[in-house]
């Protein structure tokens, strides 16, 4: 197969270059090229030899991400459906701010969590994605946008972070150590996978985790999220109480509300009373986004998701609602899905999560432009 090289790090592109039998120390201006100057192609590398230029392009490949279509909201944001080599597509959010420009990227092509209420839930698993498609994200919509620097990062896109914990982790690293972007502006977001919260506390990395709750009791969290069966509510929060105790580091519980699902006064009580003596955590509420998926879930009144946040305060409990971006497109949280899938793609769930049902693939919803 032929290697990619953005999701390499300076010292292993260094390694592969020797292998390929051309001078290692070239690794370095490589890197540079693609992790700060956001080259993608090695015509970029004017620094480099032709000769040795034209080998990197016909034994290697640079980038492992290429536009296939992008829509743009009116306030800024760009949602990307991206083509990955082996044809599968994943969606990217770029999302300038006043104060900061972010981008929110996906963790894997679909999802084997099968939410009730997700997008990317219908759409089953088809693989992990590797290091370097997670990275490439990034660096896609940086080379779109040179005059902004791209300060923060969110893994709230499609798919389950911590079910990919390795190539997530390397991400993270090449983010931090070749790119330059700060531990402190990169954010996980998991639905609660217990083990693999333990296994980024022992990491002990300043970034953000975002827990996805939506619920304040196991049977309503069942309903909407199926995984609450293998790790119920005090399972993970004896995993978020563990991780912050580790880090020492805010947890970020993430809360859907929908009208009379999850929204009324009794579960903003249960969720005060929850999470009243969890140390070092906020919650964020974000009004649910219609999908073209589930008909029964609706976005709450704002008077219903303003008094839900005054009752959670009021058991002394940090709650912020997420400033939303991108409705206009469907780019905004949980409405991502792979809209143009290949025929016989594999939609499978991962081994561990063979046990969750996941839905057949539904129809396109985005016109590819290319
Ligand atoms: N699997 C991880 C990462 C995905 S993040 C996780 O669940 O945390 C995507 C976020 O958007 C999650 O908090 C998810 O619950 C939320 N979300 C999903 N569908 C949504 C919808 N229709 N409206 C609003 N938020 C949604």
Known sequence: M?????????????????????PGYRGKQLARGFYTRFARDFDAFSDLPKALREKLATETQLAPCSERSVQSAPDGTEKYLLNLTDSEVIEAVYLPYEDRTSVCVSSQVGCPMACSFCATGTEGLARNLTAGEIVDQLLFMQAKHPEQRISHLVLMGMGE?????????????????????????????????????????????????????????????????????????????EACRHYTDTTRRRITFEYVLMAGIN??????????????????????????????????????????????????????VTITQRYEKGHRIAAACGQLKRSALKPGSAMRPLPLFSQIPVAEPTEPTLEPTA
């Open 2 to 22: 032929t290697p990619t090289l953005i999701g390499h790090t300076t010292a292993e592109l260094t390694a592969l270059l020797t292998e390929m039998g051309l």
């Open 161 to 237: 972070p911590l079910i990919n914990l390795p190539n997530v982790l390397k991400a993270l690293h090449l983010l931090h150590d070749e790119v330059g972007l700060s531990y402190r502006n990169m954010t996980v977001s998991t639905v609660g996978v217990v083990p693999g919260m333990e296994k980024l506390a022992a990491e002990d990395l300043p970034i953000t985790l975002a827990v996805s709750l939506h619920a304040p009791n196991n049977t309503l969290r069942s309903e909407l999220v199926p995984l609450n069966e293998k790790y119920p509510i005090g399972r993970l929060m």
């Open 263 to 316: 929204d009324t006064e009794k579960e903003a009580h249960e969720l005060g009373e929850l999470l009243r003596r969890q140390p070092l955590c906020a919650v964020n509420t974000i009004p649910y986004n219609s999908t073209d998926v589930e008909a029964r879930y609706q976005r709450p009144t704002p008077e219903a998701a303003r008094l839900f946040r005054e009752i959670v305060a009021s058991y002394g």
